[in-house]
Nanobody, 123 residues
Framework: VQLVESGGALVQDGGSLTLSCVASGFTFTTAAFAWTRQAPGKELEWLST???????DYVDSMKGRCTISRNNAKNQVYLQMSNLKPEDTALYYCATLLGDWWHLPPRFDRGYWGQGTQVTVSS
């Protein structure tokens, strides 16, 4: 099982960014995927989940500012973010439990995780 995130960058306050996660080593189409993030000195924070049938969930603080999606043909999951703020600065992770569910709160010792991609928002 492998998850590889990309797309993190340095952006200005109010900017937009799309993160990507390429998955391999398991059956992509039947799995749910989550995006989480961890800012320095803070706990891991769940942001969004996309399920096998395309249903999505979002943390309240990100509703209206991000969109999660998946491309089953490419084994990829995306997180589009807009109106980014300095407090969105964090290491962003893609994760899966391999089945069509997600567990809260997110934990590194549950499921499979990528190495993370850094998003830095400057003021």
């Amino acid at each position: 099982v492998q998850l590889v995130e990309s797309g993190g960058a340095l952006v200005q306050d109010g900017g937009s960014l799309t993160l990507s996660c390429v998955a391999s080593g398991f059956t992509f189409t039947t799995a749910a995927f989550a995006w989480t993030r961890q800012a320095p000195g803070k706990e891991l924070e769940w942001l969004s989940t996309v399920y096998a049938d395309g249903r999505t969930d979002y943390v309240d603080s990100m509703k209206g500012r991000c969109t999660i999606s998946r491309n089953n043909a490419k084994n990829q999951v995306y997180l589009q973010m807009s109106n980014l703020k300095p407090e969105d600065t964090a290491l962003y992770y893609c994760a899966t439990l391999l089945g069509d569910w997600w567990h809260l709160p997110p934990r590194f010792d549950r499921g499979y995780w990528g190495q993370g991609t850094q998003v830095t928002v400057s003021s």
